[in-house]
């Protein structure tokens, strides 16, 4: 699986680099690798991955995120032979760009992301958003952000029909230390256009390993207001994946 070759190899350099001593203190990195291999009555394989990068600087805070998601199932056509079905693939990248304001917690944000999903109810989704960003440490244990600004995105849906417009984004994160080892974290962004609400949610519970490896159960929902009439609206994905944080 591409996913899987491409995450091993990012693992594997970042591995070595830590031995080396040579990480940047200011950045943060975690990668995370699910695979489900089934066979019998139903045969086939998926793989989950998800790689995100954070650096921290005197007035910047930036991050970058690439993921994806592939599935693949075997099935057994009319002749009784046995053929490899292709059901999803989808691949993911965002970076963002914040800008420290002089007021604790505010920042001012540029922020740009890409979605290639063959099998989506959008093939290809793009946006452009630039806004306004709040943060608030409740306790030692609770952090909440905040974001809110204007956009412009780009879209092929899976008729073939192209998209495009401005619109307003709103996004929200929690993050919750529930014991030294366990951690749980919940993230919205809307998107508002004048034909359509895109939305991803994700909520996932994270439990310590070691000191670098947690286990994370996660579950994530993106929706379409406004899809073709063969997609629905929302897909779901849950997963429990392995994260290996330097």
Do not use: C
């Amino acid at each position: 699986m591409k996913l899987l070759s491409y995450l091993s190899l990012a693992a594997a350099v970042a591995h070595g680099s830590a031995y080396a001593g040579d990480i940047d203190p200011s950045w943060k990195t975690s990668a995370e690798l699910g695979a489900i291999t089934t066979s019998g009555n139903t045969a086939g394989t998926s793989v989950t991955g998800r790689i995100d990068a954070r650096q921290e600087l005197d007035d910047w805070s930036n991050q970058y995120i690439v993921s994806g998601y592939f599935k693949e199932d075997k099935k057994t056509v009319g002749s009784g032979k046995t053929v490899t079905v292709k059901s999803a693939e989808r691949v993911s990248a965002s970076a963002k760009a914040a800008y420290k304001l002089m007021e604790d917690g505010k920042k001012l944000f540029v922020l740009g992301t890409y979605v290639d999903d063959r099998f989506g109810a959008y093939t290809t989704y793009s946006t452009m958003a630039v806004g306004h960003a709040w943060g608030w440490q409740n306790s030692k244990d609770r952090r909440i952000d905040l974001e809110v600004g204007p956009g412009y995105f780009t879209g092929t849906r899976a008729n073939g029909e192209d998209e495009k417009g401005f619109t307003v984004r709103g996004a929200a994160a929690v993050n919750w230390r529930l014991s030294p080892s366990a951690v749980f974290s919940h993230s919205v962004s809307v998107e508002r256009g004048t034909s359509n609400v895109h939305s991803i949610a994700e909520t996932a519970l994270s439990t310590k390993i070691n000191d670098t490896m947690q286990m994370k159960a996660a579950f994530a929902a993106r929706n379409d207001t406004n899809v073709p009439a063969n997609k629905k609206n929302t897909d779901t994905q849950t997963s429990v994946t392995l994260v290996y944080s330097f």
